[in-house]
């Protein structure tokens, strides 16, 4: 079955903890990208990727990082720089840009200690 | 800055009749906008996606229309059911790297 899948779906970490999300998809995509949604909020753009090996920040960035090595694969890393870290991080791809249908992962829920 | 505007009151209405929710949008342009259902604690699901040059788009039992004029999009569902009960996100783009969502209207649609 084609799909994008995340990891862990749950996750705890202390304070001052760099963690990494994983985010993976078989579905032949060129975009990829991370957003974070907070209670009662709309999902907001840390990071997207058109292409294998670059990414571009979107409106939240600091305090995350990126990488984009293979076209399957776009991790996120929260570090410790992320003043408020807790929320539920999802990661989307589409077939080539926005204006596609962006299929998401179902998400994690990063909980900070 | 850009703002996106959908309301934050939940639209309660009964089975079979139409819902219609809003998204308002002041200091943007955007070439297009797409329509997102999401469950509670679920990643959010694709619905629809309409172009700055098209007025209406239709799927099934759901329709949407994007006046540029007005800077506002109508999300409707017709013959609504329980089970289109669901928070319901707009998003706004033009570009990669400006593309906004609403924080979503909660639908609850009662038998």
């Known amino acids: 079955d084609g799909g994008i899948t995340q990891s862990p779906k749950y996750l705890f970490r202390k304070e001052g903890q760099n963690v990494t999300l994983s985010c993976e998809q078989n579905?032949?995509?060129?975009?990829m990208y991370w957003y974070r949604q907070d209670p009662g909020q709309g999902l907001r753009l840390i990071y997207y990727?058109?292409?294998?090996?670059?990414?571009q920040k979107g409106d939240i960035a600091e305090g995350y990082s990126v990488s984009r090595e293979k076209k399957e694969s776009f991790p996120l890393t929260v570090t410790s720089a992320q003043k408020n870290p807790t929320a539920f991080y999802l990661c989307a791809s589409s077939i080539r840009g926005q204006t596609d249908t962006q299929y998401f992962g179902p998400g994690t829920r990063l909980t900070v200690l | 800055s850009q703002k996106i505007e959908q309301n934050s009151e939940a639209l309660n209405i009964q089975e079979g009749k139409t819902a219609t929710l809003t998204c308002n949008y002041t200091n943007y342009s955007p070439a297009y906008l797409q329509w997102y259902r999401q469950d509670p604690g679920r990643a959010p699901v694709f619905l629809l996606l309409i172009r700055e040059n098209e007025k209406e788009k239709r799927k099934e039992r759901l329709k949407v229309t994007f006046d540029t004029t007005l800077k506002q999009s109508l999300f409707h569902i017709t013959a609504s059911q329980p089970a289109d009960s669901a928070t319901y996100l707009c998003?706004?783009?033009?570009?990669?790297?400006?593309?906004?969502f609403g924080s979503g209207t909660k639908l609850n649609v009662k038998p």
């Open positions: 998003a706004l783009g033009a570009n990669f790297n400006k593309f906004y």
């Open positions: 579905l032949n995509h060129d975009a």
């Open positions: 990727s058109q292409i294998v090996n670059d990414f």
